[in-house]
């Protein structure tokens, strides 16, 4: 299992897909639809422990739809959820998950929100997630990749080729970890 994490426009879904199928496994999107705006509305209403508790179980979910795939590659996973709730809750995904966090530098992604025609509404917040992910990231000691100045199959051959990624992804039995305990 593999969570590709950051912000929106860092090339993660890219890479996530690129990942999977490189590795003949399944991409995997947890926090769309229902359970996205569900998640955005709570997070807007202050409900942190619901946030967690509905990302957590959303993730346990695909696992158990999933668990007859080879290898999962997650877009979005447990860093996502900790980019909008407090850290104090990061106890409850450890261990975590093999996670690389992509990221991009301010003008790149404010060009790709651009070319998605996101709404300047939407990109307003686009620095403090951006900022929070690279916090998290040194917070947790997670490799970063940089997607601002390279092509997808550029990024995925880096990441395949580091050998700390590489271990990563390919750890066996790298399961759900911190899903088992509430």
């Given at each position: 299992m593999l969570a590709v994490e950051g912000l929106d426009a860092s090339g993660k879904t890219s890479i996530a897909r690129a990942v999977a199928?490189?590795?003949?496994?399944?991409?995997?999107?947890?926090?769309?639809?229902?359970?996205?705006?569900?998640?955005n509305w709570l997070h807007?209403?202050?409900?942190?422990?619901?946030?967690?508790?509905?990302?957590?179980a959303e993730v346990a979910r695909l696992m158990e739809v999933y668990a007859e795939a080879r290898c999962i590659v997650f877009d979005r996973h447990w860093l996502s959820i900790l980019s909008v709730?407090?850290?104090?809750y990061s106890d409850s995904w450890f261990p975590p998950p093999p996670t690389i966090v992509c990221v991009a530098d301010a003008a790149t992604t404010e060009e790709r929100l651009r070319r998605r025609a996101t709404p300047a509404a939407e990109r307003r917040d686009t620095a403090r997630y951006g900022r929070r992910f690279r916090e998290l990231a040194q917070?947790?000691?997670?490799?970063?990749?940089?997607?601002?100045?390279?092509?997808?199959?550029?990024?995925?051959?880096?990441?395949?080729?580091?050998?700390?990624?590489?271990?990563?992804?390919r750890a066996p039995g790298a399961g759900a970890p911190g899903l088992a305990s509430s």
């Open positions: 199928e490189e590795l003949e496994g399944t991409y995997v999107k947890p926090y769309v639809g229902t359970v996205g705006t569900l998640l807007l209403r202050g409900e942190e422990a619901l946030v967690n508790d509905i990302g957590r709730i407090s850290s104090h917070q947790f000691a997670l490799p970063t990749l940089d997607t601002s100045r390279t092509t997808v199959d550029q990024a995925v051959a880096k990441l395949l080729a580091d050998p700390v990624c590489a271990h990563l992804i």
